[in-house]
């Protein structure tokens, strides 16, 4: 949402846009123990994005139909793709910023921009050849999993232009992990009818979003202070396996633990998480024997939290 100075929420864009380039700069990030991830060749680089614009100058189109002032959302689209093919780097929040600056200093009477890019996901298939298999840099397919994303707002500031907010996001991974998982000791009264499990498949559909202290490190993959979305899932995957888990509030804990000591550069990472854990239909009779279960209720449990780097625990339980 953009707000005016006075307080006035007022925008317009486009939406859908759907970019596909190809060869952008490649990234390489610096490997971290969780994860194999050390970077992206980028030969796909594909994003959906969003694009609004404010201004107290567009109130007229508002209040008296006077559209001297409106940039139609056509030509917004065609903004953004042409200037993605311009573009040199290789991150989606670089993308971000490179065209939401290009449009501010095109159109001088727009107040601020507000952008968000999923990034779509295409990954290489694997080509046999001398000494075993590679990943190919021509063939792709499209991969409907956890995806990131960036949202980031600039507005003008003199005669300059800053990031006003920004977010990075993790969006719709799904873990489950079979066995090491408990839930029990809450509060049991009249209206409880949840078993309480010592043992316990958990599946987890979880959102991560992160913001930095300095937007430039998220901006600039030059500075080697740029976390990614696939080393962020590494993160949470590792923790998941590693921990015998009480909840999946403590689980959430943990891996907000793990990713800010991993990078000290960010300022905030935020959690969504939804409980979907399957049904019971045949317990196991003990941990690692054979159980069936299907799909749970319609209705799921939720969570939401936030941490900062003033909640980071030193000492061996930090890793």
């Not at 980028?42 to 404010?54: E, Y």
């Not at 949470?236 to 000591?261: H, K």
């Not at 003990?286 to 159980?291: I, M, N, Q, S």
Request: glycine share 8%; with cysteine.
């Amino acid at each position: 949402m953009l707000i005016l100075d006075s307080g006035r929420t007022l925008y317009y864009g486009e939406g859908n846009v759907f970019v596909y380039r190809t060869y952008a700069k490649p990234l390489e990030v610096i490997p971290i123990p969780e994860s194999p991830f050390t970077g992206e060749s980028n030969v796909i680089f594909a994003h959906n994005v969003t694009f609004s614009v404010s201004g107290e100058s567009l109130l007229a189109s508002y209040t008296e139909g006077d559209n001297s002032q409106i940039v139609s959302t056509d030509s917004m689209k065609n903004f953004i793709l042409q200037h993605a093919a311009w573009f040199e780097g290789g991150t989606t929040e670089g993308l971000l910023a490179f065209i939401g600056n290009k449009f501010l200093s095109t159109y001088l009477h727009f107040d601020a921009v507000k952008l968000n890019a999923v990034r779509i996901p295409f990954q290489a298939f694997a080509t046999p050849g001398p000494g075993g298999f590679y990943d190919n840099r021509l063939v792709f397919r499209r991969s409907n999993n956890d995806h990131s994303s960036a949202q980031m707002e600039i507005r003008r500031s003199g005669s300059d232009t800053q990031v006003s907010v920004h977010w990075c996001a993790l969006s719709d991974l799904q873990l489950v992990k079979v066995s090491g998982n408990r839930f029990f000791g809450f509060i049991r009264d009249e209206y409880t009818t949840l078993p309480e499990a010592k043992d316990r498949p958990l599946l987890l559909q979880l959102d991560i979003l992160w913001r930095y202290e300095n937007a430039q490190d998220a901006i600039s993959q030059e500075y080697g202070r740029y976390t990614t979305a696939e080393q962020i899932r590494d993160i949470a995957q590792n923790v998941f396996y590693e921990s015998d888990t009480p909840s999946i509030l403590y689980l959430i804990w943990l891996i907000g633990q793990r990713i800010l000591t991993r990078f000290p550069q960010l300022a905030e990472v935020r959690f969504e998480s939804k409980n979907k854990t399957w049904e019971t239909v045949v317990e196991p009779m003990e941990r690692g024997l054979p159980g069936v279960y299907t799909e749970p209720s319609p209705h799921f449990g939720f969570q939401g939290f936030s941490m900062t780097k003033a909640d980071l625990i030193t000492g061996p339980q930090a890793r």
